[in-house]
């Protein structure tokens, strides 16, 4: 059974900037596509941002060129680079296999407003 802990949410302001870390137990994430998702309160989950094994990265158009996805082999984690939040990016994230129906992870909160 695969557990993932995300990490590294916060209370923040609009513009500011935030790193997730995400890490697991029971995989190498070198040998899989991964992928940060998010869910606003009352609202669906949705796919933010993944990194294919080979380093093809893919965003959701609403984070595209603000936010970053990155693997870190030596420490098996993903991190995922939040730059000029906006308060429509509140919301908690979460860390998963793609294209695997893991379980999810309690996640991480990231709340922006001024």
């Known amino acids: 059974q695969v557990q993932f802990w995300e990490s590294g949410g916060g209370l923040m302001r609009p513009g500011e900037s935030l790193t997730l870390s995400c890490t697991a137990f029971?995989?190498?994430?070198?040998?899989?596509?991964m992928a940060w998702y998010r869910q606003p309160a009352g609202a669906q989950r949705d796919l933010v941002a993944s990194?294919?094994?080979?380093?093809?990265?893919n965003y959701a158009d609403f984070v595209k060129g603000r936010f970053t996805i990155s693997r870190d082999k030596t420490k098996n984690a993903i991190y995922l680079q939040m730059d000029s939040l906006e308060p429509e990016d509140t919301a908690v994230y979460y860390c998963?296999?793609?294209?695997?129906?893991?379980?999810w992870g309690r996640g991480t909160q990231v709340t922006v407003s001024s």
């Open positions: 029971g995989i190498t994430f070198e040998n899989y596509a």
């Open positions: 990194i294919e094994i080979g380093g093809t990265r």
């Open positions: 998963r296999r793609l294209r695997w129906e893991d379980n």
